[in-house]
């Protein structure tokens, strides 16, 4: 199963740390999680009830026809609101897509599960 | 079981005279209506090309277009010898000729399906998610069901049935466009000879209508029995019913639906990963919770303690009397202790191997897989940011 960048349409690198792996595109920053990755690390989160991506899963979405389409399925993803998060989520379930700029944000409030993707993707602390 | 695979070959038999009658009458009907008067033998041959097409196509690669459509690629023993020898047991259990051969499909729901015109060249296809969450019990489950659906030929006929389902959805999308866009106006057909063009038009609409709807009843109401079978003989085969009891709990209970799945490879997943609703006409698969319920109130492991379970919680009978004649009683075994086949970073380097994927690992401590072909010499770690050169295979 290739994955494919939403945006780029350039096939992703994938990363792996501690047995967390994220789909990440060089050239625009997104990241792509499976559904599975997510809860490999959500479980690995201290407070999972706050967790923005945690909500995410659950969340319902506010824009029902995602221009992007899920690299896996190819379903058009449902854009969803958790916190000041905005993150796509595909509606079967596969899995979600930050693009860069989301990620960036999440990465610099370091909390439950965002604390971890940050180790994962080696961001400590703020970057600007 | 003798009388499934009698009952199969008869069934592709009717298949195909009924999917020839359906087929000549809808290329007539589209041809009377997209060529005027006259037209109808034209697209009546025409229709019967498209069969014979699809025949070809069924005889020559129809478990590659399966498999490819799918997304499944060939796995070597060298790969995963645990799955091959599970794969080898069962085969050696149902008495198939030879073991098919095995193909994983890349995809986090746990499924698994099984395609082949005879036996001697069928294959099996599981997804990573099912190696990585089954246990070996449930695993041998799996595969007992699927090699027990080449052993009875239930594949040849799925993978006939799906070939020639395809067919007449096209050819009723033909004609629907033809009614639609083309052909000749009702004023007209009625003004010269009436009665003959207002029968071909009435005859043209419920075809189009009732075509696909037929055909699909057809082929989903004769796949139902045929899963209880293939779970008996499974049980059979594992002497341990509650291996493939709790992998179908496991699949049925998965979030995500097959990646790989559309309306012709649908029906031959273990569990259906398109079937809403679990009952009525259209359910290729009786119920889940159903076919658990069965497996689980097995005395024993023998085609009888299926039957006798069968028609406790269902009624009726299932198995043929010259199968459960010729079959012994079977006490069930110990459950084994081995866990699943695979770890998931075992999975996970399977599928960048198959998946054309250079691994490198990072003195960080994380490992970049990039993607083949890669257009430069050299990667950053996403990590670390270290330059890493990259192999090109």
Known sequence: MKVVCPRCDTRLLLLVFRDVEVDVCERCGGAWMDTAELQALLSRATMPDADPLMRSLSAT??????????????AGMVEVCAGDLRIDRCPEGHGVWLDGGELDHLLRQPVGAASVLAEVLGRHGAQG | MWEQIRSNRWRSNVLVAAMAAVLASLGYVAGEWALGGGGGPVGLLFGLAVLGVQLAVYATAGEAIVLRSAGARPLAREDSPRLWNVVEEMAIAAGLPRPPRVYLIDD???????VGRRPEEAAIAVTTGLMIRLNRDELQGVVGHEVAHIGNRDVQFMTLAAVLLG??????????RSMRYGGRSWRRSRSRDGTGHAIVAVAALVLAVLAPLLVRILYFATSRRREYLADASAAQFTRYPEGLASALEKIAQAPARPVAANAVTASMFIVNPLQAGDRGLFATHPPTSERIRILRGMAGAGLADYEAAYRRLRGGRVIGPRSLASAGALRIRPPSEEGPVATRAQVREIVHRLGDYRTIRCPCGATVSVPQPYEREEVRCIRCGAVHRVVRG
């Not at chain 1, 979405?61 to 190819?74: E, K, Q, S, W």
């Open chain 1, 61 to 74: 979405a506010h824009r029902p026809d995602g221009a992007v389409l899920c690299p896996r399925c190819d």
């Open chain 2, 108 to 114: 986090p729901a746990p499924n698994a399906f099984a």
């Open chain 2, 167 to 176: 067919s007449v959805v096209i050819l009723s999308d033909v004609l629907w």
